[in-house]
């Protein structure tokens, strides 16, 4: 709710409970004239004027009759006016209880949103950590095969250097004679 309709609704509450008085003020002057009224007319029955006086009274009585329908009218325009201001008013109190709703509904989903949020980043994350868990344990297993691959190379790279070439061993059947002369052993 803006501030603008808080002071329309004060206003209006203020010119209601004014023109209720004037109301009340006015449906006191009218009890008042009719009593008045019905007592000249009915409460003295002796009282009869004489014909200059009852004319002038009757145009008195007319001119009364005349202030007073005008003030009936004005009660009514008044009495329509405060009715319609009444219903304006209550209308303007059901949009307040409904914004009133609204902003604590609005407010109360402000508040849950932290835990919404948490928790669906929650939902999306679980399959992403079983995806790296599950990555993880195959980088390892990966790992170990690579590990055991490069130890198997190493042990035959290992052996394949240190075998060499297969030379044959001479040591024993070579001989060497007094002009310096190799000589091999004739196979038979």
């Known amino acids: 709710m803006s501030q603008s309709e808080t002071p329309d609704i004060q206003t209006l509450s203020t010119e209601v409970s004014q023109l209720r008085q004037e109301l009340q003020i006015r449906d006191q002057l009218v009890q008042q004239l009719s009593q008045e009224l019905f007592r000249l007319v009915k409460g003295n029955t002796s009282f009869i004027p004489p014909k200059s006086?009852?004319?002038?009274?009757?145009?008195?009585?007319?001119?009364?009759?005349?202030?007073?329908?005008?003030?009936?009218?004005?009660?009514?325009?008044?009495?329509?006016?405060?009715?319609?201001?009444?219903?304006?008013?209550?209308?303007?109190?059901?949009?307040?209880?409904?914004?009133?709703?609204?902003?604590?509904?609005?407010?109360?989903?402000?508040?849950?949103?932290?835990?919404?949020?948490?928790?669906?980043?929650?939902?999306?994350?679980?399959?992403?950590?079983?995806?790296?868990?599950?990555?993880?344990?195959?980088?390892?297993?990966l790992q170990a095969e690579l590990q055991s691959v490069s130890y198997r190379l190493a042990l035959k790279t290992r052996h394949s250097s240190h075998s060499g070439i297969d030379l044959p061993n001479f040591s024993a059947s070579i001989q060497i004679n007094e002009n310096n002369n190799v000589s091999t052993p004739q196979n038979a």
């Not at 405060?82 to 949009?95: F, G, K, V, Y």
């Not at 307040?96 to 999306?124: A, C, G, H, N």
């Open 53 to 141: 006086e009852n004319e002038y009274e009757a145009g008195q009585l007319e001119a009364l009759r005349e202030q007073l329908q005008a003030v009936e009218e004005q009660v009514n325009f008044y009495q329509e006016q405060i009715t319609s201001r009444d219903a304006e008013i209550h209308q303007l109190r059901q949009s307040v209880q409904e914004l009133t709703d609204r902003s604590r509904m609005l407010e109360q989903v402000v508040q849950e949103l932290p835990q919404i949020y948490r928790r669906k980043f929650e939902e999306r994350m679980t399959p992403v950590r079983e995806k790296v868990a599950m990555l993880q344990k195959e980088n390892r297993q």
